[in-house]
């Protein structure tokens, strides 16, 4: 087959897509995936700061003398509807992601995991952005990024692939921005699909390219789901938002950052912030539309359910110590919209997940939060009725009541509106009564007692 030209690509991921669709129909998701594994065939020859890195320099002995690595940044992998999958063909797709906590080295998570067969990448490099916006980066700071010393790889259909670490100083609450090229016909079968951040297309190998001319803007995230650092902060380590849109940051400002993860990661000095939000997220179902509705054309964006995700999304993050859960909207609105209405659940199978949570957070030695569920009477997206409010009522009694969550975030108390307390505060609501703005996004990052986390405990 040709390569898809750069117009196509672009059409699969403009505002009249079936991405910007399901961006006005979802509700909540947070929760992105960081899964240690390797396993990939590597080709090519080492180059750059990086090649000199064995594969075992880093060991968990070698971390305790010289530090200890913790993510940085990650995002939640989903699979493409075969209808809205980019393809490309010799050509470099360059992201940028902020970070939270900083560290003199860094790692890089690729991920295949939706993918049926192997992905062949050619390079990849990183590099800090220089200047505040676009993609363009800082020449001094580009790294090769390299794989058991190789600088092509192919990564196994169905799994992620961790980088050898890279000499490279990265600052606490800074933009990176990865390159990777792709040199063969590729479908993009694993992204995460509403990024918030401008990304772009180039042809040809630009991956050193200091700035690139786009055949393609995109707000996605291809490929890439994880960036962990080394710190040798004592103590250090990582919280996971594991949620839905609201998490994930709809319908707040493209490239502002303004994701309330994000805006809590600058209250914190020593702790990593890691988005695990993805959009139409539910606790308890993956994605199934009813068959015909346009809801096939963009579910499968919503991941995996959270009981499914958790290992590799929370369990599996580097440095992991806490997680804030913000999740269930989803399951009370998604049936008899863009789901079954048999897979309509009740307030006691919401909670049951939650406690699911819990024990699995506990058991692998993670403090677990539970944020309430936010308002949504009036929501432009269905999702409303009184058993539905009712249901909310009680899973956020619950939270508040049962003592079971470590410590409780009343999202719900912080965000209601005064006069109407089913309903969002307007000076919160991006305007479809469901997903706050970015007003709303820094009052949830301020509910949120920094207190909880070290080494930040006094902060």
């Known amino acids: 087959m040709p390569p898809a030209p750069a117009h196509a690509f672009t059409r699969a991921f403009t505002s009249t897509s079936a991405l910007s669709r399901a961006r006005r129909r979802v509700a909540v998701v947070l929760v992105s995936a960081l899964l ?3 396993g990939a065939v590597a080709t090519g020859s080492a180059t750059g700061p990086a090649a000199a890195d064995s594969p075992t320099a880093d060991s968990p002995a070698a971390a305790g003398r010289g530090g200890a690595w913790v993510g940085t940044w990650a995002t939640v992998p ?11 063909h010799d050509e470099t797709v360059r992201q940028v ?15 295949n995991e939706f993918g049926d067969t192997p992905l062949r990448v050619g390079e990849v490099r990183v590099a800090r952005r220089d200047g505040g916006s676009g993609t363009d980066i800082d020449p001094a700071t580009d790294r090769a990024v390299t794989f058991n010393g190789q600088t092509s790889v192919t990564v196994p259909a169905g799994a992620p692939l961790l980088s050898d670490p890279v000499d490279l100083r990265v600052p606490p609450r800074a933009d990176l921005v990865v390159s ?25 190998n630009a991956t050193g390219a200091a700035s690139v001319e786009a055949t393609a803007t995109m707000t996605q995230w291809h490929l890439l789901s994880g960036v962990s650092v080394r710190t040798r902060t004592p103590g250090a380590g990582a919280v996971v938002a594991l949620g839905d849109s609201i998490t994930d940051g709809a319908e707040t400002r493209v490239n502002a950052n303004n994701r309330w993860p994000d805006l809590l ?27 015909g509705s346009d809801a096939e054309g963009y579910a499968a964006f919503f991941g995996q359910s959270a009981l499914r995700r958790f290992d590799r999304d929370v369990l599996a993050q580097p440095g992991a110590e806490h997680v804030i859960v913000l999740l269930g909207v989803n399951d009370l609105g998604h049936p008899g919209t863009s789901a079954p209405e048999s ?22 030695g993670l403090r677990a939060h539970g944020g309430t569920i936010l308002p949504f009477k009036g929501d432009t997206l269905g999702f409303h009725s009184a058993e539905n409010e009712a249901k909310r009522q009680r899973v956020n009694d619950w939270i508040r009541t049962s003592g079971e969550y470590d410590t409780v975030i009343d999202f719900d108390r912080v965000m209601r509106d005064p006069a109407d307390p089913l309903r969002l505060r307007p000076a ?13 996004m820094a009052a949830m990052a301020a509910a949120v007692p920094t207190s909880l986390f070290r080494p930040d405990r006094a902060g």
Not at 349 to 363: D, F, M, V
Not at 428 to 440: T, V
């Open 36 to 38: 240690l594994l390797g």
């Open 78 to 88: 989903t699979a493409t509807p075969a209808s809205a999958t980019p393809v490309l």
């Open 97 to 111: 992601v902020r970070t939270s906590i900083g560290g003199d080295r860094l790692r890089l998570r690729l991920t």
């Open 180 to 204: 990777v090229y792709l040199p063969e016909e590729t479908p993009v079968t694993t992204l995460h699909a509403f990024s918030y951040q401008e990304n772009v297309v180039a042809s040809g």
């Open 265 to 291: 990661a600058e209250r914190l000095r020593h702790t990593g912030v890691l988005n695990l939000g993805v959009a139409g997220n539910r606790l308890l179902h993956d994605p199934n539309p009813p068959p």
């Open 343 to 364: 897979e309509e659940v009740s307030a006691e199978e919401i909670i049951g997940a939650h406690r699911q949570i819990i024990a699995r957070a506990h058991a692998a």
């Open 428 to 440: 919160y609501d991006s305007g479809d009564h469901l997903h706050p703005n970015d007003a709303g």
